[in-house]
């Protein structure tokens, strides 16, 4: 520390003494009713202060003291400590002058005065009146101290002010001085550090620093503001070593104040030594918060967005919630892992969701803790990752410090090995006899679907509805082992059919492993898209029918062939033919929608509307001959395993075992898992139309008992509310006030941006920032160039069509479709649509199966496209190497920078 003097506040005291009345007086006089009075009487006493000299007697002792302490001819700081400043309660910090580089006896006497004055500048009057201090009696100290002319300066907090961790330090720095930083004239760079050993570096945050504080050399006192030059601006002003001593420093001086946290104030000299200004207790935390640090979690939606898109009301979550719960436990017991192991994370197995401003993510580190408890972790976590969509790979510990340090030599080898061995065994098995499994399961699932298909919900009593319902769950939800066996395998055939390609064909095309899980037919998602297709055929074949859907609307048509005159016996033939096949067509697929998952939303039986839009698209424009469907892309599937039979035929593993049936083998239980998932989503999204229904059936018998509003009500209830309270368990039986409070919250969430797609929360979830995300986004340097992940192979330059969500404009004509997301009610788009770009999801997702049985070009992963593009723009996309490049902007017609000509 610079060596310094102190004139005490009994000299302010002595200073003021010859005019105490005429002080007094203007003090009295301070006015706090206003900005404007403040700033006119907070002056009054300014002026009277600096209008009498510093006393002769104050002054000599004071200049024979900095003799002593500093020498002569030094330049020295002069700062105001006042009274209070340097409680836990009250701070002055940035209201009070400091005078720096002064040097000679009268500018020294001249800022000591100045500093006095200080205690009544406008924001010092202000903060005692809001603060409740009174504005007598106020005295101050002034420390004059050696300059130090540092080249970066800053201030740290011993406790970080803003997260209030106790073992976070919070430091800011500049160039320069630091008065640029504590007056808030210059950007700072902002470091967080751990308070351990050797002090790591948590965050940095770099400021492009414009301007610095410097000795004012020409006038040969005070300071100047300089700008920085271009490439200094953008560099960090301290090293980590410098970091990493600064934060020592201040750590021991807390300890000095005992344990109180502390706003210090420092330089670094030209010789690199840190030198403290002054401290003083941070009045903004009371008592420092314990550190959340090992409760670390992360969120993530890159592939569940595409079944929860945006905001999810409260019964869609726990719904979700609990299905993830049940599922994944019974994954666990079918595999024979331990039931003490599936004991020990069962908080894990029900957490797997997460639910941030209304928005479903995925709880990273318990979807990392459930792939651990199975054999084969560290490529299974990779894999799992890549089923997911997930951005970023995330090293999670299995094990915490104790549990490693307890699994002796024994425990490892003779106990975890052959459990673990055990599991593998069972997954195997799984997996050769998964036909089975899903034959036992389609047949559980279809008995219950067809006993419930039809039933009247809207009209039964409330216990009846919750008797269906925990029927539902026993019985379909209570055998999910096939589904999720399936899924599981999907993601491990599917991650090693890559890795296979990678290590045994790394001069591959991109889209060879797309191309081999290709054209496998009839792909369930795609049946009620064909089904359209054929009713659009029929539209075609007679005229007065095309010319009907070529001049009505939507809603015109939903009128004449569901509810009116086509479905009557005095109706053309040709209208009650084609009645009958919508009725047979909602009979089937009826349950279908966009965003299908969410209990939220109107089925296609209840809004079908959308699918007499369809209709009009298709019977607009030039449909695929019937008997082609899929002819294509199983072409595309065959060249591509010709390609692979004549690149491994005579390659073998260690010089004896032959490559070829291995890839043929994984990549046919890649195919076979692939078309089964989707089949099985199809059963799923039956299942959630039941659940619908019952939970409105439910609503009805509670709105017209008055407990709710409205019936829609219970999608903003949890489940266990709506079932406890016709039961007789509820906590709370104010459904109206419970359900009326979230609709304004939710209502609330539905106007905020999307959140990001990756978010780290520490300690108590929903006091972080939600709005931060940990993913650094990669982009091309051509700011009309974007990157995805290609999904199926082709190039297609055509305008593009954003379409959001289902209340947008759905007529497509061969444009590409720009989506933030898409589900299986969004299908059947596809068919009128040049390609897909897709801001979120995976090689997994479902837009990809589905565009790839299709033929169509598909991009999925393009992170920002729907903010990047617009209706109109001209794009040319490669769905091969996952480039998406703007030519051309929708308005001007001029071609983009760095488009493709």
Known sequence: MPPFVIVSSRCFDAFIKDFRSEFDGVVRRLDGSSPMKVAETSKAVRDCIISHPLPKLIADEMYAALRDQ??????????????????????????????????????IALAVVNCWASMY??????????????????????VVQEMADGIASGVTFTVNPQT???????????????????????????????????????????????????????????????????EEAAKPCLTEQQ?????????????????????????????????????????????????ERPYVTLWDNSNIVESYSGVTTPLTFSFALNAYHNVYVQFCQVLGVPEEIIKKYDFNFGNMLGLLNGRIYYNLKNWYRLVSVLPGYSFNSRFMEGMMGVKATFDFSTETHEER??????????????????????????????????????????????????????????????????????????NWKAPIINDFMAMIFYGVLKSLIGAWLPNAEHSLQNDLVAGQGNVESTLPMRAMQKMARFIKAHADLAG??????????????????????????????????????????????????????????????????????????????????????????????KRVEEALRDQTIWGFIPKLPIMKFVTDYAKKAVAVREYQRFARTKMYGLARRIYIGIGRRLAERGVIDHHDDVFYLHKDEIMSYVVGTAASQKLRELAA????????????????????????????????????????????????????????????????????????????????????????????????????????????????????????????????????????MDGTTGIVRIIERAEGGESAAGGVS
Not at 422 to 447: Q, S
Not at 602 to 610: A, I, Q, V
């Open 70 to 107: 500093i020498g002569t001819d030094a330049f020295v700081a002069v700062r105001s400590s006042a009274l209070g400043e340097d409680s836990k309660e009250f701070s002055y910090a940035g209201m009070l002058d400091t005078y720096l580089f002064c040097r000679t006896e009268s500018e």
């Open 121 to 142: 500048s406008d924001r010092a009057v202000s903060y005692r009146f809001m603060r409740g201090i009174s504005q007598s009696g106020i005295s101050m100290a002034v």
């Open 164 to 230: 209030k961790y106790e073992d976070e330090i919070l430091i800011n720095a500049v160039w320069g001085l630091g008065e640029g930083l504590v007056s808030g004239g210059v950007d700072a760079d902002r470091f967080v550090v751990i308070k351990k050993d050797e002090f790591p570096i948590d965050k940095s945050e770099i400021a492009h620093k414009g301007e610095r504080v410097i000795f004012d050399r020409a006038q040969g006192y005070g300071t100047i503001e300089e700008k920085i030059p271009d």
């Open 243 to 291: 970091i990493r001593s600064v934060a020592a420093v201040c750590t021991r001086i807390e300890r000095e104040y005992g344990g109180v946290p502390q706003d210090i104030e420092w330089t670094v000299s030209r010789d690199g030594r840190v030198k403290i200004l002054q401290t003083r207790p941070i009045t903004t935390v009371d008592r420092p918060w314990p550190s």
């Open 405 to 478: 340090n307890q699994a002796g030599f024994f425990r490892r080898w003779f106990i975890e090995l052959p459990r673990m061995g055990w599991v593998g065994a069972n997954l195997a098995w799984k997996f050769w006899t998964i036909d089975a499994e899903v034959k036992k399961f389609m047949d559980i699932y279809t008995k219950m679907y067809n006993k419930y298909k039809d039933f009247d919900f809207d009209n039964q009593p409330a216990h009846r509805l919750v008797d269906i319902y925990n029927e539902l769950v026993t019985t379909v939800l209570g």
């Open 548 to 641: 009907l859907f070529q001049t009505l609307d939507a809603a015109t048509l939903k009128n004449r062939f569901i509810t009116g005159p086509a479905s009557e016996a005095g109706a053309p033939a040709e209208e009650r033919e084609l009645a009958a096949q919508i009725k047979a067509y909602l009979d089937e697929f009826g349950f279908r929608t966009m965003n299908e998952l969410k209990l939220e939303e109107p089925s296609l039986n209840e809004k079908p509307e959308f699918l007499f839009s369809m209709l009009k698209n298709y019977s607009a424009g030039p449909l695929p001959p019937e008997e082609d469907t899929g002819t294509q892309e199983a072409k595309k599937r065959e060249a591509a395993e």
């Open 741 to 876: 409070i979230r609709k304004a919250e939710f209502y609330a969430y539905r106007q905020m941006d999307e959140l990001p797609d990756r978010i780290e929360t520490k300690g108590i979830v929903y006091t972080n920032d939600l709005n931060k995300s940990v993913l650094k986004v990669q982009q091309s340097d051509d700011p009309n160039v974007l990157q995805g992940i290609g999904g199926c192979s082709g190039v297609v330059r055509k305008r593009v069509k954003v379409i959001l969500n289902p209340s947008d404009d759905m007529n497509l004509n061969g444009e590409i479709l720009v989506a933030a997301r898409t589900d299986p009610g969004w299908v059947p788009l596809f068919a009128t649509a040049a390609g897909l770009l897709i801001e979120r999801g995976s090689m997994l997702s479902h837009s990809v199966i589905v565009a790839r049985e299709l033929g169509l070009p598909a991009i999925v992963g393009i992170t920002g496209i729907t903010k990047r593009v617009k209706t109109g723009d001209l794009v040319e």
